[in-house]
């Protein structure tokens, strides 16, 4: 199976940082690579697909990066909105799997 | 617009069953291979089972081989989960959700099952 590794497991920032977010795969996973974005008690969220694709209706704020088996989510002006728990998953084998997710809370 | 409803779970004790199901609307079901994702509570999200749309390729997670059953019924627009042998550990939101070539971009609301004595 292939390991997702998600860091940091928690952040606290301001509205209006900058926030990056990584996520590494224990092999690589080319661009099989996709983000979601989960409030508390709701189902998640696809924020981007194919690593960098951004998904439609999401802001531009966030975007993606990365290939192989390093990514990164970023956000580029932290929201009240964006305050939520951020997961990667690897859409390369069947049996994905997904990282441990990155908890955004307010500073 | 696109529907995932989940219904069926509820409190269970150790070593009892369960069966799920999801709904689907607003979309050609038969078309699109469907996952179900389970979330213990306080915890991260852990990919279950897959069914591809005719429903001839199934996978599972190690986690529920041997215990679980995933189906589907095209004609009812409905994906089903039969959970046997339940344990403590089984214990999560379990979610339905649409597979696409873009990840998973529609999931239902979830359904909560408690394995409990």
């Known amino acids: 199976d292939i390991q997702m590794t998600q860091s940091p497991s928690s952040l606290s920032a301001s509205v209006g940082d900058r926030v990056t977010i990584t996520c590494r795969a224990s092999q690589s996973i080319s661009s099989y690579l996709n983000w979601y974005q989960q409030k508390p008690g709701k189902a998640p969220k696809l924020l981007i697909y194919a690593a960098s694709s951004l998904q439609s209706g999401v802001p531009s704020r966030f975007s993606g990066s990365g290939s192989g088996t390093d990514f990164t989510l970023t956000i580029s002006c932290l929201q009240v909105e964006d305050f939520a728990t951020y997961y990667c998953q690897q859409s390369y084998s069947t049996g994905t799997t997904f990282g441990g997710g990155t908890k955004v809370e307010i500073k | 617009q696109v529907q995932l409803v989940e219904s069926g779970g509820g409190l269970v004790k150790p070593g009892g069953s369960l069966r799920l199901s999801c709904a689907a609307s607003g979309f050609t079901f038969s078309d699109y291979y469907m996952s179900w994702i389970r979330q213990a509570p306080g915890k991260g999200l852990e990919w279950v089972s897959y069914i591809s749309s005719s429903g001839s390729t199934i996978y599972y997670a190690d986690s529920v081989k041997g215990r679980f059953t995933i189906s589907r019924d095209n004609a009812k627009n409905s994906l089903y989960l039969q959970m046997n042998s339940l344990r403590a550990e089984d214990t999560a939101v379990y979610y339905c959700?649409?597979?696409?070539?873009?990840?998973?971009?529609?999931w239902g609301q979830g359904t909560l099952v408690t394995v409990s004595s």
């Open positions: 959700a649409r597979e696409g070539d873009t990840g998973l971009l529609y």
